[in-house]
């Protein structure tokens, strides 16, 4: 029979929706034998197995005759239901030893059991959250259950270092604290050990009375045979757990006699019917459509729309790093240029400079981190809707110097950006050059002097704005591939024509589907697709 009983002890944690109101646990104890006694029979049984082994059966602890009267007692208890103790009966039987309201109140239900003929349990009895002998040191130094081995769970182990806040906890008058109320230097077990859980607990305690027949009622022989503690979002945690499919617990208390007994613990809550089910699953469904609804009308629909025909671009990016580059303490100068039928807000800055930012060896390249904000925002209007041409994105130039300590500047590099034609988060790295002019004197006076030379427009690095042949050639122009700088993009497209999806299907060729440009110009379809889905 021991091989039968349960070892595990540990504490579960279960999660409900349901009113906690509703918990049920049966909880059933059995007296067995004495620890004594049973050790002699197992002797008796372990002797008479040599003597007889034709096959003979080992009688169990299971085939002991069922116990009657005071040796076993199974009771079905409701969350926070209170059963007296014979101890308790006794102690609120007399109305001078109540000292407050719960006290007087339990007087009063004493007095009107005995009037209805007594209590319906004798050894089980409960500890409600407010009782005043409810010990939760206790609950843990006077644990029944005796396992073999016992192996918390990792939550059971967390939540085991917490102190949980009790639900309305009276504090006694005049108490003062015997440790420090600050503590400077908090170790890290001080803080595991001392972390409070703001959520409000609520603890009820099944206890027994596993006293000796007709000495029932004494404080000593009371021990916990369950540990149920719910919180607000109904996480409701039971130590020990229910037997369920697992054996009884088995229960051994303290003394000359060392009785042993079985504990047996289960969820008698009345499972819910199909139709309830059914009825919660509508009210949750309602009240999931109500709290959108309640979003949607905090939100509004009267965003901030462009007018027709106009397309917003907002930008919002990050200059992250620059590498490679020869000299230390760089810093970026950059500004966007607006292609034709692009405008801008009067007052939009479309140039800075960055912070001078000193580099740091990451494997073989030097490495500055600048983590540079900007943003800007833009707005395309086509004018004539039957030109072939398709149109331009804005494009971000910029320039990457250097600044020694002597004062002395130097172009590190040239480079641009095009900003990408479809929205979304965008990391793009792009490479610089610098003019290169030949000698060893330019060399020298680049290194002792400071300066090179220099581009006067900057839109040269790509296409000059002012450029109107067919082929720009830069034949007998000198560079020289120096480092490359790391943008992060985060684009967003904004249009009337985006959420007008019938007016989307009749244009397919208006300037709106162009908008992507190019070999782009398909990712401005899937761009319009996704956002009319998600509308």
């Known amino acids: 029979m021991a091989a039968s009983w349960s070892s595990n002890s540990g504490e579960a944690v279960y999660r409900s929706r349901d009113a906690i109101k ?24 372990q002797a008479s197995a ?3 082994r034709a096959g003979i059966e080992l009688d169990t602890l299971g085939s002991q005759p069922t116990p009657v009267g005071d040796d076993q007692e199974e009771l079905v208890v409701s969350w926070q239901e209170k059963l007296f103790s014979q101890f308790e009966v006794d102690l609120y039987q007399t109305e001078s030893v109540c000292v407050s309201p719960l006290d007087r109140q339990y007087h009063n239900d004493v007095v009107a059991l005995e009037r209805a003929g007594g209590r319906r349990n004798r050894r089980i009895f409960t500890y409600t ?12 130094s006077q644990s029944l259950v005796i396992p073999s081995k016992s192996i918390p769970t990792f939550l059971a182990e967390r939540m085991a270092n917490m102190r949980h806040r009790r639900h309305e906890r009276r504090q006694l008058e005049g108490y003062i604290p015997k440790s420090q109320l600050i503590t400077w230097e908090p170790s890290e077990e001080f803080v595991r050990n001392s972390h409070v859980i703001s959520t409000p607990m609520q603890t009820m305690h099944i206890m027994a009375d596993l006293g000796p027949v007709g000495q029932l009622g004494k404080r000593e022989n009371e021990h916990v045979l369950c540990t149920v503690r719910v919180d607000g979002s109904g996480v409701i945690t039971v130590k020990p757990d229910f037997n369920n499919t697992k054996g009884p617990y088995r229960v051994e208390t303290k003394g000359e006699k060392r009785e042993v007994w079985h504990l047996t ?4 809550s009345a499972p819910i019917s199909q139709e309830e089910r059914s009825r919660e699953q509508h009210v949750y469904s309602d009240l999931y459509i109500r709290h959108k609804d309640y979003l949607d009308s905090l939100v509004g629909q009267d965003f901030e729309m462009p007018p027709p025909g106009i397309l917003r671009l907002l930008v919002n990016g990050e200059i992250v790093s620059a590498q490679g580059y020869e000299y230390d303490n760089v810093y970026i100068h950059f500004f966007m240029d607006l292609p034709r039928n692009w405008s801008s807000l009067p007052l939009q800055s479309f140039s ?15 490495v500055a981190f600048f983590s540079y904000p900007f943003s800007f925002e833009a707005f395309f209007r086509k004018e004539d809707e039957t030109e072939g041409s398709l149109p331009e994105w804005p494009v971000l130039y910029f320039e990457v110097l250097s600044l020694d300590s002597w004062q002395r500047h130097r172009t590190e590099g040239y480079g641009y950006l095009v900003i990408p034609a479809s929205p979304g988060c965008h990391t793009l790295t792009c490479s610089t050059w610098r003019p290169l002019q030949c000698g060893t004197l330019a060399e020298l006076r680049r290194f002792f002097v400071g300066g090179a030379l220099e581009l006067e427009d900057l839109s040269y690095v790509r296409v000059p704005g002012t450029f109107k042949g067919d082929r720009l050639s830069r034949f007998g122009f000198r560079t020289v591939t120096t480092g490359s700088v790391t943008f992060t993009l985060h684009c967003i497209q904004h249009a009337r024509a985006f959420v007008d999806a019938s007016a989307l299907r009749k244009r397919r060729q208006s300037v709106l589907d162009q908008l992507g440009g190019f070999s782009q110009q398909g990712s401005v379809y899937n761009v319009l697709g996704d956002f009319l889905s998600a509308v």
């Open 22 to 45: 509703n918990l049920k646990i049966r909880a059933r104890i059995q007296r067995v034998t004495s620890a004594a006694a049973l050790s002699r029979q197992l002797q008796e049984q």
């Open 50 to 52: 040599q003597h007889e």
């Open 129 to 140: 959250d407010h009782d005043r002998f409810t010990n939760l040191e206790e609950e843990f």
């Open 265 to 268: 613990l289960e969820n008698a």
């Open 352 to 366: 800075g400079v960055t912070q001078t930012c000193r580099t740091r060896t990451l494997g073989t390249e030097n």
